[in-house]
């Protein structure tokens, strides 16, 4: 399968469009060190990289999305405009797959195709 390019990431997720392709690229490799060859489809493989990759530009700060700000503003505990109040219930730690919607959509596609490992 051939990796996933800047140019797809940015044209699946457009908040990304005015990111450095080496950065996204830098991302995209990170993603294909964690999204291996044994997923079910390679559609979900494809999906499943630009998806870890777009979480990784969020925490670091990179894209045009009200996440990527507040990850590049330090993070947020609760953050009000207008009348719009986001409150978090717990403090997220670098790197947890939940604290960006890339990241809880690749929970799910996960889930999908990793099988749950069992130790007797």
């Given at each position: 399968m051939d990796s996933p390019t800047p140019a797809e990431l940015k044209a699946r997720f457009p908040g990304f469009?005015?990111?450095a392709d080496p950065m996204v690229?830098?991302?995209l490799d990170e993603a294909a060190?964690?999204?291996g060859g044994d997923w079910a489809s390679e559609a979900d493989l494809r999906l499943g990289r630009l998806l870890l990759a777009a979480h990784v530009l969020t925490l670091d700060g990179q894209g045009?999305?009200?996440e990527?700000?507040?990850a590049a503003?330090?993070?947020f505990r609760r953050m009000r405009s207008g009348a719009l109040e986001l409150e978090r219930a717990a403090e997220a730690g670098p790197g947890v797959l939940d604290s960006t919607g890339y990241g809880r959509r690749f929970i799910e596609l996960m889930r999908r195709n990793v099988?749950?490992?069992t130790v007797v």
């Open positions: 469009a005015a990111v690229q830098t991302a060190l964690q999204v045009s999305g009200a990527a700000a507040a503003a330090g993070g099988p749950a490992v």
